[in-house]
């Protein structure tokens, strides 16, 4: 079936360290693939989504690129923030509104 | 304009009783999804809606647990005869369509804690 699998939290890092949140799917298909964020005392949000193969998301200096042949969606920044610190979710879906599969979430700590 | 709401944001319950959760979706969404997020879990989907489809009931956990929604808007989890498994935050969310490129707009979620 289908699943995503996330590296592991939590990720210490100091401020303006690089940052790699590794992502793996198993799927059929072509599922778009999607990064969510959770900051402290929030709600989910959506961070980047890329929706075919070698499609490159961005926002607020985060990446991730759709790589179907290592079926990853890794998520990376070159320089974290404190205000980063949060828990990123990977997740993929399908059109049709099958099930959004997520992955079990990282946390992220940035030290100032 | 309004984003996903949900109702109540805590809800303290003994083991055995019924609870009831609200969704309200932004308007215009035809696309609603329940999630459920136990502490130190990623999300599990339970239900979604799309339109005047038949829900996709599956992933509730068990028979305990329904879901609807009343004229493709507002939306309830109801669960019944809660166990102390249930505590968790439930999350709601909504989007434009079923493609998979529409962005899930999530609400601030119910913590629920079943004593």
């Known amino acids: 079936g289908n699943s995503v699998t996330q590296m592991e939290g939590p990720v210490t890092l100091s401020e303006e360290a690089f940052l790699t949140i590794n992502c793996t799917y198993t799927?059929?298909?072509?599922?778009?693939l999607f990064w969510y964020v959770q900051y402290p005392g929030e709600g989910l949000q959506l961070l980047l989504k890329?929706?075919?193969?070698?499609d490159k998301g961005s926002n607020k200096g985060f990446e991730a690129t759709y790589r179907k042949e290592t079926t990853s969606f890794h998520l990376e920044k070159g320089s974290v923030q404190v205000s980063d610190s949060a828990v990123y979710f990977c997740?993929?879906?399908?059109?049709?509104?099958?099930?959004?599969?997520f992955g079990a979430g990282t946390r992220l700590f940035v030290k100032a | 304009g309004a984003g996903v709401s949900q109702s109540p944001s805590n809800k303290v319950t003994e083991k055995g009783k019924d609870v009831e959760l609200r969704c309200d979706p932004i308007?215009?969404?035809?696309?609603l999804y329940w999630y459920r997020q136990s502490l130190g879990q990623g999300l599990e989907f339970l239900i979604y809606?799309?339109?005047?489809?038949?829900?996709?009931k599956s992933g509730l956990p068990s028979d305990r647990f329904s879901a609807e929604r009343t004229g493709g808007s507002v939306s309830t989890l109801t669960i019944q005869r809660t166990q102390q498994e249930d505590s968790a935050v439930y999350l709601c969310?909504?989007?434009?369509?079923?493609?998979?490129?529409?962005?899930?707009?999530f609400g601030p979620g119910t913590r629920l804690t079943v004593l």
């Open positions: 997740a993929l879906s399908y059109t049709g509104g099958f099930k959004t599969i």
């Open positions: 809606f799309q339109g005047n489809s038949a829900p996709d």
């Open positions: 969310a909504s989007s434009v369509g079923d493609r998979a490129t529409d962005t899930q707009y």
């Open positions: 308007s215009g969404h035809t696309a």
């Open positions: 890329a929706t075919k193969a070698d």
């Open positions: 799927a059929t298909g072509y599922p778009s």
